[in-house]
């Protein structure tokens, strides 16, 4: 199985797409309920006909997500087939999901908003509403999140000082 999918990936890099798409079936004949290879053999599929997931691919991302919702790939794919069938606004809810799970300061999360913020422009989004083209600013690692946000106002100070002097006078 696994050296069917590898197969498969392996000529798909070396552009030959039919002899992918080939090896991709045999790993879809071998595990027809694997969401791993469900989700390549859509893939592979898509490549092979101008990156449309419409038809066979469809079905097998579908398949792919009935037997784990939470397939990455799959929730991906899913995705960008709404995209593709002009269903903005629910490719932007499940790729928010996905942009959710990852480092917010990878280049793939940058990646993955710069499309999310796509699809909001064409589900009409105003740009002031837009996700942000980049991650909000985190907490230093060693502050908990309340205590860093604190820090940002002037009179952060002043209620810390306070709870010292009512805990020293008890």
């Known amino acids: 199985l696994d050296g069917w999918l590898m197969l498969g990936r392996t000529y798909f890099a070396i552009d030959q797409p039919q002899k992918a798409v080939a090896a991709l079936e045999r790993a879809y004949g071998l595990a027809p ?3 791993d290879v469900l989700v390549a053999y859509a893939e592979g599929l898509a490549a092979s006909q101008n990156s449309e997931f419409e038809g066979k691919p469809a079905e097998l991302i579908q398949a792919a997500l009935e037997i784990d919702p939470a397939h990455p790939s799959g929730r991906w794919l899913s995705g960008m087939l709404m995209f593709q069938r002009g269903q903005f606004n629910g490719a932007v809810v499940a790729w928010r999901s996905l942009l959710d799970e990852m480092d917010q300061s990878s280049q793939e999360a940058a990646n993955l908003r710069e499309t999310i913020r796509a699809a909001q422009r064409r589900a009409g989004v105003p740009d002031d509403q837009l996700l942000a083209a980049t991650a909000p600013p985190a907490a230093p690692p060693s ?5 860093a946000a604190a820090q940002d106002t002037p009179q952060a ?3 810390a000082a306070d709870a010292t002097d009512a805990a020293d006078a008890t």
Request: net charge neutral.
């Open 157 to 159: 100070t002043a209620p």
């Open 33 to 35: 309920q694997q969401p």
């Open 143 to 147: 502050m908990p999140p309340v205590v």
